[in-house]
């Protein structure tokens, strides 16, 4: 009986087909995964480079607040540096075509000469949306000056800019930031 049994058992898994592999489900199921797991890691990694090239923006402006502090002293405490130009902006950095901000903003031939004494290179913002740079002016024959610069994401919010007494406004889905010293 036993034989009988074992011989009946083998025919029976014979008879039957022994797949390999994985269903179609199975793999839908995993591709799945992986593709939400790759949505996850993509959008922090966006977050990370964002962050970053705010970090780098807001480095930059640190160096031109120092350097403009520095022109200050080296002028006797009087006045910051003011643009040859005689526009109510002018760029600062060395940008392609010497326009900055939005195109409006010119470059001053004169005023980098003046930065250069403190900083060796005049570092130029990459652009945030249709915004390329940073612009600088001066209020009072020198008295006070004020840097505008933007920066990516935050809608407005003044944590954004970093900088204290720094305030921002909202520009799209970035940020505009503006520095004033007197």
């Known amino acids: 009986m036993h034989v009988l049994h074992n011989m009946i058992y083998l025919s029976t898994l014979q008879d039957r087909k022994v797949e390999k592999g994985f269903t179609l489900m199975e ?7 992986i593709g939400l797991f790759a949505a996850v890691v993509m959008t922090a990694l966006n977050t990370a480079r964002e962050k970053g090239r705010n970090s780098a923006r807001i480095q930059q402006m640190n160096q031109y607040i120092r350097a403009l502090e520095l022109a200050r002293s080296n002028n006797g405490n009087a006045r910051f540096p003011v643009p040859n130009a005689g526009a109510s902006y002018v760029c600062l950095g060395d940008y392609p075509g010497t326009t900055c901000w939005d195109g409006t903003v010119n470059e001053d031939t004169t005023f980098p000469t003046t930065l250069m004494q403190t ?9 945030v949306g249709t915004t390329r740079g940073y612009t600088y002016r001066t209020t009072d024959s020198g008295v006070t000056y004020e840097i505008r610069w ?11 800019c970093k900088i204290v007494q ?17």
């Open 27 to 33: 793999l839908l199921v995993v591709i799945s995964i």
């Open 119 to 127: 900083i060796p290179s005049l570092p130029a913002g990459d652009v």
């Open 150 to 160: 933007m920066m990516e994401g935050g809608s407005g919010g003044a944590s954004v």
């Open 166 to 182: 720094a305030t921002s406004a909202a520009s799209g889905s970035n940020t505009i930031c503006t520095f004033t010293r007197s």
